[in-house]
Protein backbone atom coordinates (compact mmCIF):
# COMPACT_ATOMS: atom_id res chain seq x y z
CA UNK A 1 0.00 0.00 0.00
CA UNK A 2 1.24 3.52 -1.16
CA UNK A 3 2.45 5.13 2.27
CA UNK A 4 -0.38 7.80 3.55
CA UNK A 5 1.92 11.69 2.64
CA UNK A 6 -1.48 13.77 2.45
CA UNK A 7 -3.22 15.22 5.56
CA UNK A 8 -6.23 18.44 5.77
CA UNK A 9 -7.05 20.43 8.34
CA UNK A 10 -10.34 22.13 8.52
CA UNK A 11 -10.28 25.05 9.80
CA UNK A 12 -13.08 27.27 8.18
CA UNK A 13 -15.30 27.01 11.23
CA UNK A 14 -17.02 29.94 12.79
CA UNK A 15 -15.54 29.29 16.37
CA UNK A 16 -18.79 30.46 18.43
CA UNK A 17 -18.14 28.56 21.35
CA UNK A 18 -14.90 31.31 21.87
CA UNK A 19 -15.89 35.00 20.93
CA UNK A 20 -14.95 37.08 21.03
CA UNK A 21 -11.38 35.64 21.49
CA UNK A 22 -12.38 33.94 17.99
CA UNK A 23 -13.78 36.89 16.53
CA UNK A 24 -10.99 38.44 14.47
CA UNK A 25 -8.08 35.99 15.30
CA UNK A 26 -9.08 32.04 14.34
CA UNK A 27 -9.22 29.57 16.77
CA UNK A 28 -6.95 28.08 15.03
CA UNK A 29 -4.92 30.69 15.97
CA UNK A 30 -5.04 30.65 19.61
CA UNK A 31 -2.20 30.41 21.67
CA UNK A 32 -0.47 27.48 23.52
CA UNK A 33 2.29 29.08 25.47
CA UNK A 34 3.89 30.52 22.74
CA UNK A 35 3.03 28.80 19.66
CA UNK A 36 -0.76 28.85 18.23
CA UNK A 37 -2.37 25.80 18.51
CA UNK A 38 -2.33 25.06 14.57
CA UNK A 39 1.34 24.52 14.80
CA UNK A 40 1.12 22.04 16.98
CA UNK A 41 -0.99 19.97 14.58
CA UNK A 42 1.20 20.56 11.62
CA UNK A 43 3.77 19.49 13.53
CA UNK A 44 2.39 16.41 14.39
CA UNK A 45 0.97 15.75 10.72
CA UNK A 46 4.87 16.08 9.88
CA UNK A 47 6.72 13.83 12.51
CA UNK A 48 4.10 11.17 11.39
CA UNK A 49 5.68 11.59 7.83
CA UNK A 50 2.51 13.75 6.42
CA UNK A 51 4.65 16.01 3.83
CA UNK A 52 1.57 17.55 1.86
CA UNK A 53 -0.84 19.31 3.57
CA UNK A 54 -4.53 21.64 3.03
CA UNK A 55 -5.86 23.90 5.56
CA UNK A 56 -9.23 24.61 4.46
CA UNK A 57 -9.80 28.59 5.68
CA UNK A 58 -12.08 31.00 4.85
CA UNK A 59 -12.50 35.00 5.15
CA UNK A 60 -10.61 36.06 8.16
CA UNK A 61 -8.58 33.40 8.14
CA UNK A 62 -5.59 34.92 6.67
CA UNK A 63 -3.16 34.76 9.82
CA UNK A 64 -2.86 31.11 9.56
CA UNK A 65 -1.53 31.81 5.97
CA UNK A 66 1.19 34.50 6.88
CA UNK A 67 1.83 32.04 9.92
CA UNK A 68 3.36 29.55 7.70
CA UNK A 69 5.25 31.73 5.49
CA UNK A 70 8.47 34.05 5.75
CA UNK A 71 8.39 36.94 7.20
CA UNK A 72 10.96 39.10 5.84
CA UNK A 73 11.01 42.10 8.01
CA UNK A 74 11.66 40.02 11.00
CA UNK A 75 13.62 37.69 9.71
CA UNK A 76 15.89 40.30 8.79
CA UNK A 77 15.95 41.82 12.02
CA UNK A 78 16.95 39.02 13.83
CA UNK A 79 19.20 37.19 11.33
CA UNK A 80 22.80 37.22 12.39
CA UNK A 81 22.25 38.52 15.95
CA UNK A 82 23.76 35.57 18.21
CA UNK A 83 21.86 36.63 21.32
CA UNK A 84 18.37 36.21 19.21
CA UNK A 85 19.88 33.37 17.05
CA UNK A 86 16.95 30.42 19.01
CA UNK A 87 13.71 33.55 18.25
CA UNK A 88 15.09 33.46 14.58
CA UNK A 89 15.10 29.77 13.80
CA UNK A 90 11.57 29.70 16.29
CA UNK A 91 10.29 32.28 13.21
CA UNK A 92 11.94 30.61 10.81
CA UNK A 93 10.23 27.33 11.55
CA UNK A 94 6.74 27.52 10.84
CA UNK A 95 7.72 28.41 7.09
CA UNK A 96 9.43 25.11 6.12
CA UNK A 97 7.46 22.64 8.45
CA UNK A 98 5.60 21.07 5.25
CA UNK A 99 4.42 21.65 1.76
CA UNK A 100 1.18 23.62 2.73
CA UNK A 101 -1.66 24.46 0.63
CA UNK A 102 -5.05 26.48 1.53
CA UNK A 103 -8.89 26.38 -0.23
CA UNK A 104 -11.32 28.37 0.98
CA UNK A 105 -14.99 26.88 2.23
CA UNK A 106 -16.83 29.65 0.81
CA UNK A 107 -19.72 28.77 2.85
CA UNK A 108 -19.61 27.45 6.64
CA UNK A 109 -21.89 24.40 5.73
CA UNK A 110 -20.24 22.02 8.16
CA UNK A 111 -17.43 19.52 8.59
CA UNK A 112 -18.23 17.16 5.77
CA UNK A 113 -18.76 20.10 3.37
CA UNK A 114 -15.25 21.57 4.75
CA UNK A 115 -14.05 17.40 3.77
CA UNK A 116 -15.55 18.00 0.75
CA UNK A 117 -13.44 20.87 -0.87
CA UNK A 118 -10.17 18.90 -0.38
CA UNK A 119 -11.73 16.44 -3.00
CA UNK A 120 -9.32 17.75 -5.97
CA UNK A 121 -5.85 17.54 -3.33
CA UNK A 122 -6.63 14.27 -2.49
CA UNK A 123 -7.16 12.41 -5.99
CA UNK A 124 -7.29 9.19 -5.33
CA UNK A 125 -5.09 7.80 -1.93
CA UNK A 126 -6.06 7.81 1.39
CA UNK A 127 -5.33 10.56 4.02
CA UNK A 128 -5.08 11.59 7.32
CA UNK A 129 -8.01 14.78 8.79
CA UNK A 130 -7.01 16.08 11.63
CA UNK A 131 -9.48 19.06 12.96
CA UNK A 132 -8.21 22.45 13.19
CA UNK A 133 -9.09 23.30 16.83
CA UNK A 134 -7.73 19.44 18.62
CA UNK A 135 -4.32 19.97 19.93
CA UNK A 136 -3.08 16.11 20.81
CA UNK A 137 0.48 15.76 22.50
CA UNK A 138 1.43 12.75 23.08
CA UNK A 139 4.86 13.60 25.01
CA UNK A 140 6.09 9.58 24.76
CA UNK A 141 5.07 8.32 21.86
CA UNK A 142 4.59 8.23 18.14
CA UNK A 143 2.09 10.93 17.13
CA UNK A 144 -1.72 10.74 17.32
CA UNK A 145 -1.88 10.63 13.71
CA UNK A 146 0.46 8.34 13.24
CA UNK A 147 -0.96 5.86 14.80
CA UNK A 148 -3.94 5.78 13.02
CA UNK A 149 -1.96 5.64 9.58
CA UNK A 150 -0.18 2.69 11.15
CA UNK A 151 -3.76 1.04 11.47
CA UNK A 152 -5.11 2.02 8.36
CA UNK A 153 -1.85 0.80 6.53
CA UNK A 154 -2.63 -2.87 8.04
CA UNK A 155 -5.87 -3.22 7.81
CA UNK A 156 -7.11 -1.29 5.08
CA UNK A 157 -9.76 0.21 6.73
CA UNK A 158 -10.48 3.91 7.35
CA UNK A 159 -9.99 4.68 10.88
CA UNK A 160 -10.76 7.40 13.84
CA UNK A 161 -9.21 8.12 16.60
CA UNK A 162 -10.69 7.62 19.83
CA UNK A 163 -10.78 7.99 23.73
CA UNK A 164 -13.20 6.81 26.48
CA UNK A 165 -14.46 10.17 27.58
CA UNK A 166 -16.40 10.18 31.10
CA UNK A 167 -20.37 8.91 30.42
CA UNK A 168 -21.93 12.30 31.58
CA UNK A 169 -20.07 14.11 28.71
CA UNK A 170 -20.90 11.41 25.87
CA UNK A 171 -24.04 13.40 25.16
CA UNK A 172 -21.49 16.24 23.95
CA UNK A 173 -19.31 13.96 21.76
CA UNK A 174 -20.57 10.80 19.75
CA UNK A 175 -21.03 7.33 21.00
CA UNK A 176 -19.55 3.95 19.26
CA UNK A 177 -21.02 0.55 19.04
CA UNK A 178 -17.31 -1.46 18.91
CA UNK A 179 -15.99 -5.03 18.98
CA UNK A 180 -12.44 -5.66 19.18
CA UNK A 181 -9.56 -6.36 16.61
CA UNK A 182 -6.62 -6.12 19.26
CA UNK A 183 -5.15 -4.40 22.02
CA UNK A 184 -6.59 -0.62 21.22
CA UNK A 185 -7.91 -1.04 17.75
CA UNK A 186 -11.57 -2.12 17.05
CA UNK A 187 -14.13 -2.49 14.25
CA UNK A 188 -17.02 0.40 14.26
CA UNK A 189 -20.31 -0.96 13.63
CA UNK A 190 -22.50 2.16 14.90
CA UNK A 191 -22.12 5.64 15.79
CA UNK A 192 -24.53 8.32 17.31
CA UNK A 193 -23.58 11.97 17.21
CA UNK A 194 -24.72 13.62 20.88
CA UNK A 195 -26.97 10.46 21.70
CA UNK A 196 -29.34 10.80 24.51
CA UNK A 197 -28.18 9.38 27.86
CA UNK A 198 -30.23 6.10 26.84
CA UNK A 199 -28.82 5.51 23.17
CA UNK A 200 -24.78 5.73 24.60
CA UNK A 201 -23.66 2.71 23.21
CA UNK A 202 -20.13 2.83 24.72
CA UNK A 203 -18.16 6.18 26.33
CA UNK A 204 -15.63 5.96 23.06
CA UNK A 205 -16.01 9.31 21.29
CA UNK A 206 -14.47 10.28 18.20
CA UNK A 207 -11.59 13.01 19.47
CA UNK A 208 -10.40 14.84 16.30
CA UNK A 209 -8.33 12.54 14.65
CA UNK A 210 -9.57 10.70 11.53
CA UNK A 211 -7.68 9.12 8.36
CA UNK A 212 -9.91 8.24 5.53
CA UNK A 213 -10.28 6.04 2.52
CA UNK A 214 -10.37 8.36 -1.24
CA UNK A 215 -14.09 6.61 -1.17
CA UNK A 216 -14.93 8.88 1.58
CA UNK A 217 -15.74 12.07 -1.20
CA UNK A 218 -18.10 9.11 -2.92
CA UNK A 219 -20.09 8.77 0.64
CA UNK A 220 -20.09 12.71 1.45
CA UNK A 221 -22.27 12.95 -1.83
CA UNK A 222 -24.16 10.56 -1.17
CA UNK A 223 -25.06 11.03 2.24
CA UNK A 224 -28.68 12.97 2.64
CA UNK A 225 -28.71 16.41 4.69
CA UNK A 226 -30.29 16.55 8.07
CA UNK A 227 -33.97 17.76 7.89
CA UNK A 228 -33.21 20.71 10.26
CA UNK A 229 -29.99 21.79 9.53
CA UNK A 230 -29.64 21.25 5.90
CA UNK A 231 -25.97 20.11 6.58
CA UNK A 232 -24.47 16.74 6.02
CA UNK A 233 -23.01 15.47 8.59
CA UNK A 234 -19.50 14.06 8.55
CA UNK A 235 -20.61 11.49 10.98
CA UNK A 236 -23.33 9.88 8.83
CA UNK A 237 -21.06 9.47 6.40
CA UNK A 238 -18.35 7.32 8.42
CA UNK A 239 -21.32 5.61 9.40
CA UNK A 240 -22.17 4.82 6.11
CA UNK A 241 -18.28 3.50 5.69
CA UNK A 242 -18.75 1.86 9.31
CA UNK A 243 -22.16 -0.08 7.86
CA UNK A 244 -19.77 -1.48 4.69
CA UNK A 245 -17.78 -2.80 7.24
CA UNK A 246 -14.97 0.07 6.71
CA UNK A 247 -14.09 1.75 9.62
CA UNK A 248 -12.01 0.89 12.90
CA UNK A 249 -11.12 2.70 15.81
CA UNK A 250 -7.85 3.26 17.35
CA UNK A 251 -7.93 3.89 21.28
CA UNK A 252 -4.92 6.29 20.54
CA UNK A 253 -2.05 6.79 23.14
CA UNK A 254 -2.11 11.12 23.75
CA UNK A 255 -3.75 13.95 25.55
CA UNK A 256 -6.68 15.84 23.44
CA UNK A 257 -7.22 19.32 24.42
CA UNK A 258 -10.06 20.89 22.54
CA UNK A 259 -9.13 24.50 21.76
CA UNK A 260 -12.97 25.04 20.48
CA UNK A 261 -14.02 25.75 24.14
CA UNK A 262 -12.76 27.92 27.02
CA UNK A 263 -12.08 25.44 29.42
CA UNK A 264 -9.67 23.32 26.82
CA UNK A 265 -7.94 26.08 25.67
CA UNK A 266 -6.67 26.93 29.65
CA UNK A 267 -6.15 23.26 30.39
CA UNK A 268 -3.71 23.14 27.24
CA UNK A 269 -1.84 25.87 28.28
CA UNK A 270 -1.48 25.20 32.44
CA UNK A 271 -0.39 21.74 30.86
CA UNK A 272 1.89 22.30 27.99
CA UNK A 273 3.34 25.56 30.24
CA UNK A 274 4.11 23.15 33.17
CA UNK A 275 6.73 20.81 30.70
CA UNK A 276 7.67 24.01 29.05
CA UNK A 277 11.90 23.70 29.06
CA UNK A 278 11.90 27.88 29.39
CA UNK A 279 8.93 28.55 31.97
CA UNK A 280 7.84 24.95 33.43
CA UNK A 281 9.87 25.11 37.00
CA UNK A 282 9.16 28.75 36.97
CA UNK A 283 5.36 28.14 36.30
CA UNK A 284 5.40 25.05 38.51
CA UNK A 285 6.53 27.05 41.29
CA UNK A 286 3.71 29.80 40.87
CA UNK A 287 0.79 27.03 40.36
CA UNK A 288 1.86 25.71 43.91
CA UNK A 289 2.01 28.50 45.30
CA UNK A 290 -1.64 29.82 43.95
CA UNK A 291 -2.80 26.49 44.52
CA UNK A 292 -1.85 26.72 48.74
CA UNK A 293 -3.92 29.66 48.46
CA UNK A 294 -7.35 28.17 47.05
P1 LIG B 1 -16.37 22.53 15.13
O1 LIG B 1 -17.80 22.21 14.97
O2 LIG B 1 -15.71 22.18 16.42
O3 LIG B 1 -16.05 24.06 14.84
O4 LIG B 1 -15.59 21.87 13.92
P2 LIG B 1 -16.98 25.34 14.82
O5 LIG B 1 -18.12 25.16 13.88
O6 LIG B 1 -16.04 26.48 14.57
O7 LIG B 1 -17.50 25.39 16.34
P3 LIG B 1 -18.49 26.38 17.10
O8 LIG B 1 -19.59 25.48 17.56
O9 LIG B 1 -18.93 27.48 16.20
O10 LIG B 1 -17.68 26.90 18.28
C1 LIG B 1 -14.39 21.10 14.01
C2 LIG B 1 -13.36 21.62 13.02
O11 LIG B 1 -13.92 21.73 11.72
C3 LIG B 1 -13.75 23.03 11.19
C4 LIG B 1 -13.53 23.94 12.40
O12 LIG B 1 -12.71 25.06 12.05
C5 LIG B 1 -12.86 23.03 13.40
O13 LIG B 1 -11.45 23.07 13.29
N1 LIG B 1 -14.94 23.41 10.39
C6 LIG B 1 -16.18 23.37 10.95
C7 LIG B 1 -14.78 23.81 9.09
O14 LIG B 1 -13.64 23.84 8.55
N2 LIG B 1 -15.89 24.19 8.36
C8 LIG B 1 -17.14 24.16 8.89
O15 LIG B 1 -18.11 24.53 8.16
C9 LIG B 1 -17.29 23.75 10.22
Do not use: W
Not at 43 to 58: M, S
Not at 182 to 192: D, G, L, T, W, Y
Not at 234 to 260: E, P, Q, W
Request: net charge negative; proline share 5%; with cysteine.
Amino acid sequence: MKKITKAIIPAAGLGTRVLPASKSVPKEMLNIVDKPAIQYIVEEAVAAGITDILIITNRGKGVIEDHFDHSFELEANLKGNESKKKIYEDVLYPANLANIYYIRQKETKGLAHAIACAEKFIGDEPFAILYGDDVIISPEGKPVIGQLMDAYEKYGAGCVGVKEVPREDVPKYCTLDVTPLEENIMSVHNIIEKPTPEEILSCYSILGRVVMPPEIFKYIKETAPDKKSGEVYFTDCMLSLAHDGKLNAVDFDGIRYDMGNKLGIMKANVEVALDHTEIGEDFKAYIKDLASKL
